[in-house]
């Protein structure tokens, strides 16, 4: 099970502290857009990538391409998630793809003409992690379930934000650690655990990568 320092430095399920999981989605999320050793803020590559193409979706597409390598590289991932793993018992290469992922998404919801600098536009980023299983997830606890609702509201609503970050959080958490059962169980077998954990983490940020693409519809102003 996940874990959280408390306050007298021991470990304890995330579940059994209040507002653990959503705190620690916001860490990622912080960190993703606004930037973080040798990782630039997401606005700074969403620009770069613009300025080398001229065009939104063309920089969108470059943009994707190059995190999913990065999320293949293994060590570059693990270098990212290292800090993370100071907060909570993450393996540090899960933290680094969660990081790498919802950069990504950051850099399409700002070249879409999203502020990410607003909390119902980082919550909607988060929400695009957990992907196709969103809507069940949050249907489920009665919570809105579309990413482009909850970036486009007209208020900001903390309640309903720490619910929404709470669940996706743990939902993150248990898809991304779910899934690597069947990469850890690779490892057994020395030639193809390397690969398959590479593999894996390109694949799983190419899918995020799609279902943001499907879900926060451009918004930027036309001339």
Sequence with gaps: M??????????????KVPNAAGNLLRRVLGMAIEGYGALPPAKESAANQLRKHQDAEAAIDSLINLHVTMAGAQGFVTNIGGVLTTLVA???????????????????AHLRGYDI????VRTAVAMCLVGDDLEKSLG?????????VVATAPVF????????????????????????VVVAMTKRVPVLGGGVGAAFDGWDTLTVARYAKSQLVDRRRRS
């Design 90 to 108: 993450m393996p540090a290469n899960i933290a680094g793809v969660a990081v790498l992922q919802a950069r990504l998404v950051a850099t399409i």
């Design 157 to 180: 609503d903390s309640g309903l934000d720490q619910k929404i970050s709470d669940r996706v959080a743990a939902d993150l958490l248990a898809r991304i650690t779910g899934k690597r």
């Design 2 to 15: 996940a874990t959280s320092d408390n306050a007298f430095g021991g470990l304890v399920p995330l579940g």
């Design 140 to 148: 489920e606890a009665g919570l809105p379930s579309s990413p482009l």
């Design 117 to 120: 600098d607003d909390p119902r």
